[in-house]
């Protein structure tokens, strides 16, 4: 994950997705509902949202059998991208 200041969550408040995702990994199902929770709102997403897609993504690629939320976690942050109501991709995240 990119190092930033503060990502902020669905809300605009700080949130850091870290911890989160390396339990939902280790199997925590409340962990998982804690990330949608946060990074994705009615449509909402923020910076948190767009640091986390990597590691999730990650995370899939990792595991033998990829837990069906985490695809739609990435589906719902990338509609939440292209959505101009939602901040832009930040340039620390965007590829070089």
Same mark, same amino acid.
């Given at each position: 994950?990119?190092?930033?200041?503060?990502? %902020? !969550?669905?809300?605009?408040? @700080?949130?850091? @997705?870290?911890?989160?995702?390396?339990?939902?990994?280790?199997?925590?199902?409340?962990?998982?509902?804690? %990330?949608?929770?946060?990074?994705?709102?009615?449509?909402?997403? !923020? #910076?948190?949202?767009?640091?986390?897609?990597?590691?999730?993504? !990650?995370?899939?690629?990792?595991?033998?059998?990829?837990?069906?939320?985490?695809?739609?976690?990435?589906?719902?942050?990338?509609?939440?991208?292209? #959505? #101009?109501? !939602?901040?832009? %991709? @930040? @340039?620390?995240?965007?590829?070089?």
């Amino acid at each position: 994950m990119a190092i930033m200041t503060a990502w %902020l !969550n669905a809300d605009g408040r @700080p949130y850091d @997705p870290h911890k989160a995702i390396i339990a939902w990994q280790d199997g925590d199902a409340s962990a998982g509902e804690e %990330l949608f929770e946060q990074l994705y709102h009615q449509g909402a997403v !923020n #910076t948190a949202s767009y640091a986390a897609a990597e590691e999730i993504v !990650n995370m899939i690629m990792e595991a033998s059998s990829p837990e069906w939320h985490a695809y739609a976690l990435l589906s719902f942050i990338e509609e939440g991208r292209q #959505t #101009t109501s !939602n901040p832009a %991709l @930040p @340039p620390e995240l965007q590829a070089s």
